[in-house]
């Protein structure tokens, strides 16, 4: 079950403020900040999907995957088995929505996702690993690792 | 692709970083720029009824619990659920104590740019509720921010400080309203 059930309207040009911020920090203060701060938000804000991972347990993750992105419209496919979750996103609505606002996706964009995720996994079994395909497009992996056999 | 129905919890996230860095005002005018490409053109053009357009939709968009009306030339609104606060509230995540302040933040320089004289005042920051003024006569906000002042409100934010560039930029948003008129 999710932690924070969202299922009123929806304020896409919140997309437009996260890019402006990415810049905005990555010029200020450095990539590496911008990273740290992104990971904190996987890690703190998204704690509920962490201490599930932690148990192995990836539901809330997948649950979370699929239902912001349908949410927002976006086009993906969802592919669970048991130690692996791949989410291919095959058009960002966040990156859609910028382009719709005329507004240059900032270099930094696909931050939100790799850090985010991370932080998500940080402590648990699970990592995560980002392949970016194309402008919108990318693979999101959630792999768990396998038991070490001397235990 | 942080949702954007989270991204508030992000943006507690970056309050906190700047706050320890000594930069959320810097971080406020940025946020401020970036906004005009919703409101500026919209507020010069139709002031108040401007921004009941826009903070209409904003109301829809972002499931505001808020009233707001024009009377005399002033525009009064009252939050009395703020969304951005409650979901921050509503986190995991530690909120950041000047969560709140964000919101003049972005608003009092947009509001000097477009020739008008702003207020804000809440209660306390950790409540999701606030109430805004605005209006182009700077003696009507003046009377507001008095009563204010003598009722104990400790948490007033306005642009009255900046009344020359207010005045200033009144002028311009009255000769865009007249060419379009």
Redesign the interface.
């Known amino acids: 079950m999710l ?2 059930q ?1 299922n ?11 890019n ?2 990415l810049n ?2 990555a010029a ?2 450095g990539v590496d ?1 911008l990273k ?3 990971r ?2 996987g890690h ?5 999907i962490r201490e599930k991972l932690e148990k192995g347990d990836g539901s809330e993750l997948i649950e979370h995957l699929n239902w ?2 349908y ?2 419209r ?1 086009k993906y496919q969802l592919t669970v088995s048991e130690n692996e979750i791949l989410f291919e ?1 095959f058009e ?3 990156i859609r929505h910028l382009r719709k ?1 005329n507004m240059e996706p900032s270099p930094h964009i696909c931050l ?2 790799s850090e ?1 995720n991370a932080g998500m996994c940080e402590g648990t079994p699970w990592h995560s690993e980002l392949k970016v395909l194309g402008e919108g497009h990318c693979i999101q992996i959630f792999r768990k690792a396998e038991k070490d056999d001397t235990e | 692709m942080i949702p954007s129905d989270h991204f508030v919890r992000f943006y507690n996230e970056v309050f906190k970083f700047l706050d320890e860095q000594n930069g959320l005002k810097p971080y406020y005018e940025e946020i401020s720029r970036h906004q005009e490409r919703h409101c500026l053109k919209l507020f010069m053009e139709k002031g108040l009824l401007g921004m009941e357009e826009y903070w209409g939709t904003i109301r829809v968009e972002e499931n505001c619990v808020c009233t707001s009306y024009i009377e005399d030339g002033v525009r009064y609104s009252h939050m009395s659920r703020c969304p951005s606060l409650s979901k921050v509230l509503d986190s995991d995540a530690e909120p950041c104590g000047k969560y709140c302040l964000h919101c003049p933040g972005w608003v009092a320089p947009l509001m000097t740019k477009c020739g008008f004289y702003y207020i804000k005042y809440l209660r306390a920051l950790d409540r999701p509720e606030c109430y805004s003024v605005f209006s182009e006569y700077r003696d009507k906000i003046e009377s507001i921010r008095r009563d204010l002042i003598r009722q104990g409100f400790k948490h007033i934010f306005s642009n009255l400080d900046d009344f020359a560039e207010v005045e200033a930029n009144r002028e311009i948003r009255h000769r865009i309203q007249k060419s379009d008129a």
């Open positions: 932690r924070y969202e009123n309207e929806l304020h896409r040009d919140f997309h437009g403020t996260t402006a911020t905005y920090i200020h203060y900040a740290t701060i992104l904190k938000t703190d804000v998204y704690k509920s912001f992105f949410r927002e976006g996103v960002c609505p966040a606002l939100q996702t985010v």
